[in-house]
């Protein structure tokens, strides 16, 4: 067994003990445990990906003395260290970029909790991504939830706490219907473990006995999870928690923490319940239809908000609704899109909050539309950085968004039944993108004579300029090579199987 | 030869007039619209709460289901669609139930070989009598650890929604100690001087036989933290806080969870590498034995005690 083999389980331990040990230190010494942890991580997952891509197989991992279906497991292939990988990499980002908000909007003594909830909201994402396991992952979910809880309210004002309570009560509805749904599977198979699952609910498919309580407990898990990352109908937590909570907190929030749950979901379709069995039951004709109506109803409601944040939360909606097409085109093709959609989505959605705050910092703070005339001059590196996140979300060559919209038409062209639909859903959210994001950038490149609001430079704000640059690369990268990445996806979905 | 025009006689002229006005060298509004200089509108806070006020009543008045027969039929069709949805999710579910395996039946899927090994095996390889012990804490110990980092966590959001600062703490605290509970219960002090010790012995009981025993961990330490809630009630934050205070809490649950951590770390390593572990399992039914359990339980029961003392303060007063 090679040493790499061990970096998933040591990164994952990692996250937890940074946490425990954070939560006796000062503000600025977990700020740097955290760093630290974020940058080894990033290290260790790029290790790991190397080596699933040299070896070219995914790799199991036993926690403990005993194998399989007694002891705990995590598994480790391509699709699984690219996310890890990417998810180290936006948290770190968003981090650097949203530290002056945190120290304003946090009380002083209580930053280093901030601190232990990344900490282990990280070491949650990476065990819902690595895991092997269904109680694993939903003992991970438990964390993933409180952790998000905290992260919403620990910029206390009114609002933010009315997020928390709606986000807590709306994303714990879609816990416990996921627990209950991997209750029923338990009761039918005998087994949490994934590959045994997926032997399993083969065999009960065959014999065809207990096939209602299999779909109920599909529909169970599968909704409780569209519930906590926020698909259409269940998206009314969404706008609040984004909007309000400090900037690191959004901008994590809406890229990786929806983000672990879709792709666990991922990994209930492909590695629990089979893709082809899956497909057959027809549930992904319903996820189909909501996110068709997502894209559009998010983006409506983006076009009605006179709130920045808020617009780029609605934002939000429309763009889990692309990723829930994907899903529900039920062909390989589709699935890659959403996959690469998960990536391209969480580097812009963190880009456009991170470089929206910059904007609403030199309009007094405030997040009117009005307010915002001519700030793409005041701060330069943010209204440019901004333009950027707008440029790809509408879908522009160069920019990471219009790969994404692509490989969703591709699938779409591939799928006879529901071809026109996804086209001209697809037209339809584009242009209503373009009004919207467009409208807020013509409105910050607006030349205003006077104003009360000073203008900053590059000297203000060194960290955050570099963070934007950043972003910007990332995401100019993921535009432009974007063949690597799609192959890797391809090659972890083949994996998964 | 055209006739020369006086001054005066031009300035009346509708030609001069035009080009004066092009050239934008007069105001037509000069001299005969009244004019002032724009003042700032500076709105009295009466208005403000006025207009609050109003559109208040605005709103009620449109939400009134009385007045408004949208509103009524919308909140008709939302109860009835609601209660319907409801029935229809309880009929799915129990459905659902009717179709599971019955209950008790020996053929069932969940009887396989894994509840076999745990149930066979269970004792030799983690030498444990208690099984449920042996099963969350040997086989799946990596999932009992992330549990007792819920708890942990839990405890986090807490103390951000409720710690105050210091100096806040310091200005209560006079008044706070002994605001719900009367001063100096002379049967509370008396009786909880008789029974914490019981309770904090029986949770280490407990605690030290979850491998023997019914129990473990996760209720040892419940009994043990309801001994301290009990002691807090009785004797006050100042007495308790002569041996229990934030120092000690936070070394207490640093360093039970990075014992449970550096313990599992240690056992997922060695096993995922094919090393041997070299904690002894011991002989089964002594109080030294089972391996790695005895020493997670104390971390474990640690944490949860921890926890729930650390719950009842910040709930109590703002602060451990």
């Known amino acids: 067994m090679e040493f790499v083999q061990n970096f998933p389980c040591i990164s994952i331990m990692l996250c937890l003990f940074a946490g425990i040990i954070s939560s006796g230190l000062r503000d600025r010494a977990a700020m740097l445990v955290n760093t630290g942890l974020l940058l080894i991580n990033t290290v260790l997952s790029a290790c790991t990906l190397l080596y699933t891509l040299s070896t070219g197989e995914a790799f199991v991992y036993v926690m403990g003395q005993f194998p399989a279906p007694w002891g705990n497991e995590i598994r480790a292939g391509v699709l699984e260290a690219l996310m890890a990988l990417f998810f180290c990499i936006i948290m770190l980002l968003s981090l650097f970029g949203g530290r002056h908000k945190l120290l304003q909007g946090v009380e002083k003594g209580k930053v280093y909790l901030y601190y232990v909830l990344m900490d282990l909201l990280l070491s949650s994402l990476l065990a819902l991504v690595y895991t092997n396991d269904m109680f694993t992952a939903y003992v991970f979910v438990e964390i993933n939830t409180i952790s998000a809880c905290g992260l919403i309210m620990i910029r206390q004002n009114g609002r933010t706490i009315e997020a928390a309570v709606r986000y807590m009560i709306m994303s714990l509805l879609g816990s416990g219907m996921l627990l209950l749904g991997l209750c029923m599977l338990y009761d039918l198979t005998g087994h949490l473990l994934m590959s045994n699952l997926k032997e399993s609910v083969a065999l009960i498919v065959a014999e065809g006995e207990y096939t209602i309580p299999l779909i109920v407990s599909i529909v169970l898990m599968s909704v409780g999870l569209c519930i906590k990352s926020a698909l259409f109908p269940f998206h009314a937590w969404l706008p609040d928690a984004y909007g309000y909570s400090t900037v690191s907190s959004a901008a994590i929030l809406s890229s990786l923490v929806s983000k672990g749950y879709i792709f666990l979901l991922i990994k209930i379709i492909y590695r629990v319940i089979g893709f082809d069995i899956y497909r057959s039951t027809r549930i992904i004709d319903i996820l189909f239809v909501f996110g068709l109506m997502g894209m559009i109803f998010g983006s409506l409601s983006a076009i009605r908000e006179n709130d920045i944040r808020r617009m780029i939360a609605f934002s939000s909606v429309a763009q889990i609704g692309y990723i829930y097409m994907g899903f529900g085109m039920g062909t390989e093709a589709g699935m890659t899109a959403s996959v690469f959609h998960i990536l391209s989505h969480a580097a812009t959605k963190s880009l456009l909050f991170i470089a929206a705050v910059g904007l609403t910092d030199v309009s007094g703070r405030n997040r009117q539309f009005v307010e915002l005339t001519g700030a793409g001059y005041r701060n330069r590196w943010a209204g440019v950085a901004f333009t950027v996140g707008s440029l790809s979300m509408v879908g522009v060559p160069l920019f990471s968004g219009f790969i994404s919209k692509l490989l969703f038409s591709q699938a779409a062209v591939q799928n006879h039944a529901k071809m026109l639909p996804a086209l001209i859903v697809l037209g339809i959210s584009t242009i209503l993108n373009a009004i919207y994001f467009m409208k807020t950038v013509i409105r910050i490149y607006t030349p205003v004579d006077e104003t009360a609001y000073p203008s900053v430079s590059f000297k203000d704000m060194r960290l955050y300029a570099v963070v934007l640059v950043a972003f910007i690369l990332l995401n100019v990268t993921l535009g432009i090579s974007s063949q690597p990445v799609v192959d890797m996806i391809q090659q972890g979905l083949a994996m998964f199987a | ?320």
């Not at chain 2, 009887?111 to 099984?131: D, K, M, P, W």
């Not at chain 2, 999932?143 to 807490?158: K, P, Q, R, S």
């Not at chain 2, 301290?228 to 041996?243: C, D, E, N, P, S």
């Open chain 2, 1 to 320: 030869m055209s006739r020369q025009r006086s001054k005066d006689e031009y300035e009346k002229t509708f030609a001069f007039r035009f080009f004066r006005w092009l050239s934008g060298s007069k105001d037509p509004y000069i001299g005969k619209v009244e004019m002032q200089v724009q003042q700032e509108t500076v709105i009295p806070e009466e208005t403000i709460t006025e207009r609050m006020r109003e559109s208040e009543m605005i709103r009620d008045k449109v939400y009134d289901e009385k007045k408004n027969r949208a509103a009524r039929t919308f909140h008709k069709i939302y109860v009835a669609v609601a209660i319907f949805f409801c029935i229809a999710l309880v009929g799915v579910l129990l459905l659902t139930v009717s179709c599971l395996p019955p209950n008790g039946s020996a053929s069932n899927p969940v009887n396989n070989e894994v509840s076999e090994r745990y149930i066979e095996s269970g004792l030799q390889e983690t030498g444990a009598l208690n099984i449920v012990s042996g099963m969350i804490l040997t086989y799946r110990a990596f999932d009992t650890f992330g549990e007792t980092n819920v708890l942990f966590i839990a405890t986090c959001c807490v103390m951000i929604l409720l710690m105050l600062d210091d100096a806040v703490l310091k200005k209560q605290a006079v008044m706070n100690d002994r605001r719900y509970e009367p001063k100096n219960d002379t049967i509370l002090q008396g009786v909880a001087f008789v029974l914490c010790p019981i309770i904090f012995i029986f949770g280490i009981y407990i605690i030290l036989n979850g491998h023997l025993s019914p129990g473990g961990g996760f209720s040892g330490g419940a009994v043990i933290g309801s001994g301290l809630i009990l002691y807090v009630a009785a004797f006050g934050f100042k007495k308790t806080q002569r041996f229990f205070d934030e120092h000690v809490y936070k070394i207490a649950k640093i360093t039970a969870l990075c014992m449970y951590g550096l313990i599992g770390t240690y056992f997922y390593m060695t096993g995922a590498n094919g090393m041997d572990n070299h904690i002894p399992l011991g002989i089964p039914g002594h109080i030294l034995s089972s391996g790695i359990i005895l020493p997670i339980n104390v971390c474990v029961g640690l944490e949860v005690a921890c926890t729930m003392y650390a719950f009842y303060a910040l709930f109590r007063r703002g602060g451990l």
